[in-house]
């Protein structure tokens, strides 16, 4: 008899459902009896105890619903080790609910900051075994998390759409990516919508070379053009400026967000008509792809795979076209980039696209 803790953390994405639903299959077919113990909206259902048994029909049909069952919230690392606000110890909770329940492990889905407590719950004694879900793909140890190739294909989608508006009016269009302090999705979703400049925090951009590269489209005849901006852009003199400098500035920030200074810019120095669209949450949302669906399955049943051996500690990632394990201890607290210099960045360059740089 296996008895395991599952809970989801963090930002949603899509198929979560899918990857639990690999778990608790891959584990079922093995003929061992199991009970699930769902924690309810990520670590707080784990810090106040507050879970729901789960049972096979729970798994039935989730295979393609975005979303999790277990519902999903932030808490922060570094308030982990803080008390709540009536004195609770929240790290001793989870270890007093791991162990009332008798439990014989966590599995646990989240990115980053996930990462941190699950190591941390393995450092404190905990058997724990994590799945790598973020639409931002940047968990160190994988190559590819699950959530991210539904999200590129929204935010391609988005670009899709706005490429015929954009072509009708001559106008220079904004769309805005989400992937926190990362660049994959933007230069994923960019250059597969056929954006014409793809700004990623990885690539500090200069505005004038932004607008240069516009400039030169309207040479070659081109009425409009098209920009992915990540959330997380950033000019090169603000990456410039120390930590303390750039805190400052976003005290004051009057945009809603980059996309809006950048488009300020634009406008100002090429007089030209710039739109922003900000596809926001609608990147997390809606049904996993099919090749979320496989992935997350695969990295599910492995998991399942990893509980029946005995084997915790690890992250069930994926690595050169193989799925491995990495251990926790070697992914928390890394994020995972683009490298400027690396082969996709060059290749698109070579496409005719700008980087700003
Ligand atoms: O990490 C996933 C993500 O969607 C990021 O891309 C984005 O910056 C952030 O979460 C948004 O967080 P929230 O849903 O808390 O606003």
Avoid at 31 to 38: D, N, R
Avoid at 328 to 352: C, F, Q, T, Y
Wanted: aromatic share 8%; charged share 25%.
């Amino acid at each position: 008899m296996k008895r395991i803790g599952m809970l989801t953390s963090g930002g949603d994405c899509q198929a979560l459902n899918a990857a639990m639903r690999g778990v608790v299959k891959s584990l079922s077919y093995s003929g061992e009896p199991v009970e699930i113990y769902g924690f309810l909206e990520g670590y707080k259902g784990l810090i106040y105890g507050n879970f729901r048994m789960l049972t096979g029909a729970d798994f039935s049909g989730i295979l393609t619903k975005g979303g999790t069952i277990l519902g999903s919230s932030r808490t922060p690392f570094k308030l982990m080790r803080e008390p709540d606000e009536n004195g609770l110890d929240k790290v001793e909770a989870m270890k007093q609910n791991y162990y009332k329940l008798r439990l014989d492990c966590l599995v646990i889905l989240g990115g980053n900051g996930t990462h941190k407590t699950a190591n941390m719950l393995r450092e404190e004694g905990l058997n724990v075994v994590t799945l790598p879900k973020t639409i931002d793909n940047d968990l160190w140890g994988t190559d590819m998390t699950f959530g991210f190739q539904s999200a590129v294909n929204i935010a391609t989608d988005c670009i899709d759409c706005i490429h015929t508006t954009a072509a009708s009016h001559g106008r220079v269009f904004i769309v805005e990516v989400m992937g926190h302090k990362v660049g994959y999705l933007t230069l994923n979703a960019g250059m597969a919508g056929g954006a014409d400049i793809i700004l990623i925090p990885e690539i500090p951009y200069d505005i004038n070379k932004v607008v240069e590269a516009i400039n030169k489209r309207s040479e070659r005849g081109s009425k409009f053009t098209i920009l992915a901006v990540a959330e997380g852009a950033i000019s090169k003199e603000d990456a410039a400026l120390s930590k303390k400098e750039y805190k400052k500035k976003m005290a004051n920030y009057k945009y809603p967000s980059v996309s809006y200074e950048i488009a300020e810019k634009i406008q100002k120095k090429s007089g030209l008509d710039v739109r922003v669209t900000v596809p926001g949450h609608t990147q997390r949302g809606g049904s996993p792809c099919p090749y979320d669906r496989v992935f997350a399955s695969r990295l599910g049943a492995e998991a399942g795979r990893l509980i029946l051996n005995g084997e915790y500690g690890f992250m069930v990632g994926y690595r050169n076209r193989e799925i491995v394990k990495v251990p926790l201890e070697d992914v928390a607290g890394k994020l995972k980039m683009v490298a400027p210099d690396s082969d996709i960045i060059r290749e698109a360059k070579m496409l005719g696209i700008s980087f700003g740089d």
